[in-house]
């Protein structure tokens, strides 16, 4: 399962987002502005922005299209 933690207002995350759903990959979303209870969970990870993806192998930040496509 993919994990997208993103924010409002995002463009980095709305295009993240976009592409999964383009590349047909199954995502959740958590929006920390909606669920601030995640943010010292991404801040423990190492992540300071949005969009942070998780997957079972991996984590990054921001929109890295290569690592999205390397998933489908």
């Known amino acids: 399962m993919v994990t997208v933690y993103s924010k409002n207002n995002c463009m980095q995350c709305n295009m993240t987002k976009k592409e999964l759903t383009k590349l047909g990959i199954e995502f959740k979303e958590i929006n920390l502005d ?10 423990d990870l190492g992540f300071t922005a949005a969009p ?21």
């Open 52 to 72: 942070v993806i998780q997957t079972e192998t991996d984590i990054w930040a921001g929109f890295q299209p290569s690592k999205l496509k390397a998933l489908a």
């Open 34 to 43: 909606e669920q601030p209870e995640f943010i010292a969970h991404v801040k």
